[in-house]
Each structure stands twice: as C-alpha cells, then as structure tokens.
C-alpha cells in the first residue's frame, strides 16, 4: 500500500496497522482517533467529511469517552471503517488530503483510557515465567503445578485500578511479612515489578450458559494492547494463599492506548509450541494462533538514561487467546465487548527474555547492571518503566507503541 | 413509626427498612423503587407526585435501569430520600394515600439486577468457613493459613455472571480430576453447591492512591443485599492452585433485588469477635462493628417441600466491612460506586450453620435428608436454593426478602 501521508520508517504506526484510540486535544473534547506514522487522524472529523457516508454510524459512536460503542457495532463494521481509511490515506484525491484540520501531531494529543473494562481477567500462560515464578515461591523441583499443562489457569483482577500509559504510580503500602518473622508488618512495599503482559479486548458478547469454541473465538476478539500488570512481590507473597493475588497487583495496571486490531496482526501469526500432554478436546485449534510480537522492557531512572533490560516476544506464549477464550466461556461465564484479558507475563527461554524483575533479578540475589552503573534488583522511585512492542516481516512493521508509567515515593 | 399502609407483622420491608430496587411492570419501565409490606412504591411516579420537591433530583436518576446514579447522589441525599418516603408513608393526609397507582403488588412486577457492578470482590471472613474449607482442602492440623487472622482475605470475581434472583442456572461443565489420577476429564460438575453471602455496595468512589480508614468506611457503603455465590467444588478443586478460584465460581453468582441501606440495619449492631493475635493498626476499629442478621438457606427438590437446611447468622464474621473496606484500599486500590463487595461463607460454629453443602455434607461424606425422605450432598438438577435474611430487635423487623435460584440440568 502506498500512502501520500508521510510515515517514518520505524513508524509502528505503518498504513498496515490503523490502531484504534481514545484522544482530545485542547479543542476537542474525547473522541476516536487513529494512528498514523506521527499524527492522530480525527476519525469523528473524517465521518464529518463524508468518507464512512456507506456505512450507518451514530455521531456519538465516534465522539465519545471511550470505543465501546465503536467495538459494538460488530468486526464486519469495524473492519470496513478501517479499510476506508486505508484506502483514503492512500487515495491522492482523498478529502482528507485537502483537509489538514483532520490530522494533529501525536504529542500534541492527549490519550485516555481506551475502553471502559468490564472484567479484566490475567492468565498466566507463559510456561517459562510460570516455571520461574513455581522455583522461587514453591518447590524448584516440582515447580510447574499439576493442573498448568491442561488448562490455561487465570484469575479475575481489578478493573477500576487499570490506568492510561503515562500515569505515574505511587509507591503502594501493605502487609508483608519479614523472613523468619511470624507477624506481618505494615509498610510501604520494596519489591515493586512490573510484569510485561499484552492484553486483547473483546469484540463481541455472549449470554450466561453459551460458550465459545476455539474455532470461532477470533471473532470475539477486536484487538490488541500492552499491558504491565504492576506488582508488590512482597505483598502479594503474604497474601495470596490461598485465593489468589489481591493487594500486590490491585494498585495499578497500565495499558497502551492504542488498540491494534486482529486484522493488522494478521500477518504476523506463527506456529504455537508443541503442547504435551496432549490438551482436552475443547482446548485444540486448528492453525497458527501464537503472534510474533517483539517485546522490550526498559527502566529509566530519574534523570538518566533508559536500560532495556528484557527482550522477549508473544510468541513463546504457551497457551494462546483462543485458547483462553474458549477455556474462559467452557462453563457458560459470559463476556461482554469491553472486557480484557491478558496474558500473564511473557518471558521466554533465556534470561535477558523474562518478563520482570522478579524473574530477571532471581528474586533480588542478581542485580540487573543499568547503563549508568546504577544497579537494580526491583523499581525504584522516580524509576520510569516503559514497553514496547512490534511485529515486523518483509519490511511491513505494525506496531503498539508503548506502555510506560513512573513510579512515585508512597503517599 | 405508624403507618397508613397495611403490612403484614411477618414482613421483611417494614416501614424501618425502605430499601431501594430496580423494577418494571407491563406498563412501566424499569425504575426505582422501594418495598413496603407486600407493595412495591414506585418512586419515579411518587417524584412526579413532588414528595422530592426539596431536593434536586433528575428524572432519569429515578426512571433508569440501575440504580448507580440514584447512589451517586450521594449518602446526604438518598437518606433524606428515603427519610421522606418514611414520613409520607406515616402522614395519613400523604398525596401518596390518594394515588394508588404509585403502589403495585410485589408479586405483579419484575425485578431487574439493581446495579451496575463495577468491580466485584469477594471476601473469606468468615473464621468458621476458612477452617471447614482448610481442614478438608488441605491440612487438619493447619486448616488456617498463616495471614488468615492477619488480613482479610480476599480476591476478585466475576462481575458480568451475577444475576438476578429468579433466573434459573444450568450446570457448568469443567475440567475435573477424578481421584487417584493424573489427567483431568471433561465433564459436567457434580459438585454445586451454593455459598451463603451477603454483599455490600459501594455507595462513594475514591481516586487511586488514596486509602479509606475504619473510621470513614461506613460513609462509602450504601448498603447490603444476599448473595449465593454459585461453586462447582470438583471444578474449583483442579483449578484453584495457585491464583485462585476461577471457573469453579464464574458460571452465575445470584443477588437479591432489593438494597438494604446501612442505615436501616443500624439499630441491629452487635459486638463483633475478639481478634487474637492483634490486628494491625490499619485494621483496628471502634465501636459495633458486626450485624445481627439471621440468616437460612433452604433446598427445595422439583414439585417438593422446601428444607431448610441451615441457620446462620451475619454476625459471626471475623472480619467485619468496615475492616474489609480498609483493607482493600490500604494499597492505593480505588472504589467506584456501584462495586460490590461480599462476605465469603457466612458459617457459625454449629454443623447446623455452615453456609455451604461443601460443608454441611463434609465434603460429600455426610448426605443431608430433606423433608420429603430425599438425600442431598450437592445441589441436584432442578433444586431451588432460597437464602433468607432479616434482622429484628424489639418487635421492628427490617429484612432483605430473599434470593432463589434453580439449577437446570447441563446445556
């Protein structure tokens, strides 16, 4: 595709890509945007000039606080608008080449939250972060637990505490319990980590009772984002038998703000691991359903340069979003378009691939080296932490952008 | 307080409690309402009528489908709501008196889900249940855990499957390991039990990184409702290690219609346990913090009499709201109005007021006879479950009506 807009080669926002986001800017109020190399295109002002004029769309679909409603008028909608919009930025004669006022400088926008979630549920899907996180909390020679080679094991997180990139984060407080000691103390956390994680949102509802099938689950499922599901290692290792995570994830998470669409991702898809033991019939797929999606992870303290201290990729993921959908619905719990569900931390083989500090750092025994000779074992304040995140192949790179929060002293 | 309305000496909604609900009828849509004795006052049409006319109030705050906005209005507002409807309710010239049409007979409408829930927590509280869960999951000797009287244990759930009072459920189908294996099998549950709760709801919203005190907590809630929190124990059992309880609760959690506010239930404080070891500051409280709600559950087979098969009381919580709210947000969490927050089990001391069948039939090895010489250790394919509660105290009696629901057998 060849557009007249011009897009930096490095650009994750390639005319392959059309992500989808939430913006204002000083004269407009919240509204639907995409991204395009270094621009946001008013895609409400685009409806204002014509260019959707075959598709029926309500005005407070596109100017509104968040793409639920965008989401809800269905892929077949969703998919024709973006393609209009391709074909438009590749269009010499396009009106919205005439039409400059369409298009504004992306940092001169400010993003929102995407969506409003419903429920936000965490897998916890890469095998090697799972095998990490088992030899360190539990028994290193039985570190995998019995039921995580059979089913896609998850947990309901919080929702109302799911922020924008770009938020800063305080430092949060809690119960932790001091080695060799029998009663907890109340303190401000200091294994703050982040978990690198990429969410998917979904596209389509379902009713109480029904499920859905692996086969038909891509069509649930409208896009993509960057996730880090911050962490309170301390907290979370006092509390969470045996219910589950609480107080040590539910400060905060940060998602990207734009969503990149299953159909941008397309391209990209590749061959999953080899899962043995073989899984339950209603967990096979047929295909290749894992994503080759560069990830990184850098830390950046206050005044320096940033270090990126993790490579990794979506692909190592176990067990992938079809999976995890069908696994999710199998006893008839229902999704609604809005929801989000994320990975778990994606880390792969190597060391220098995991996907947080506590797995980098081994549980704070090895110091990550920084660039500027400064030393981490877990974040500190006024630390930034930023992700980043793109699939490339044959010169075509659709990418997220980032994810990137600072963390605050406690209150 | 005397009343020109007829309420009969049994009832839950005598003219002490006024809770608030949503309901439509053939000829009107959903809105707000209030219960009183056998009626059901239509609080849109009494606005209409102008007993509100010193308060600002817009319409669509009462004709809605949830009653979040009428919440959002705000404690100062919703009591004086209610305060007004409690003296027309009394005052024998009431404009009320004269419009029948405000009323209608409980049994004529429909009752919706009253809110729409934000985030849903559920907690663990109750000392009883956790010992009765940890002596048969894991280890006699050690059946609670080590944070278990040092925090309120909790975890997030799944808010789009709970529904209304009424609505029939189907057997979830799962993953369950049959014993002495290594592989789990798909099958339907035959292990659903009900879990006897009551829910509270948040009636104030705070922003992230800010924390509610003890002391401040009761002004957040707006007020409480019964709630079965739906397990399928076989399900549960394979997935829950380590990140909790996922699908096993998932497939429905039931709710009762009408909203109690914390207001009514006021007079019914009673002292709460003495909590050894000390709890740490954060958690400390003053004053009565537990409720003396009566609570009971009954099972009824299909075309049966209705057993009941426990009596438990609201008041043998460990940990109390006020706790729990603290807890929650000690770690920055924010809360919006319209979460809902439950108990966990709600079981006392006597075999008799376990609020579980998990419990009740000691993990299946004790079967329960029913009035009509049937046997039950789980819940069987078209079993009603109807969980009652009220509190009363020098003859005033303030009740939460009930919440009932069928299983049906497996889609």
Redesign the interface.
Known sequence: MKTWIHIPKQSDFSIYNIPFGIFSSKKRKPRVGIAIGNQVLDVFAAYKLGIFKKIKIKKRVLKNNFLNDFIALGKEKTTKIREIIQQELCNENSILKENNAVFLPQNEVQMHLPIVI??YTDF?SSMEHATNV?MM??DPENAL???WK??P?????????I?ISGKP??R????V?PPNE?????KASNRVDFELEMGFIIGKSTT???HITTHKAEEYIFGKVLFNDWS?RD?QK???????????K???SSISPWVVTLEALEPFKVKGPIQE?EV???LTYEGFKNYDINLEVSIQPKNKDATVVSHSNFKYMYWNMVQQLA??T???????VG?LMASGTISGKSTTSYGSMLELSWGGKKPLKLADGEERTFIEDYDTITMKGYCIKNDIRVGFGEVSAQILPT?
Chains 1, 2 share one sequence.
């Open positions: 419903g429920d916890y088992g909390f539990r637990l019995p039921n059979h089913l094991v998850g947990y309901h997180g919080r929702t109302s505490s922020i984060i305080h949060p407080k809690g119960q319990l029998k009663h907890p103390i109340f109480i009772g029904n309170a907290i006092w509390e969470y038998v045996p219910l589950g995570p609480f107080l040590g539910s400060f905060a033991p339950l019939p209603y696994h999710h199998i006893n008839g719990c229902n999704i609604k929801d209150l």
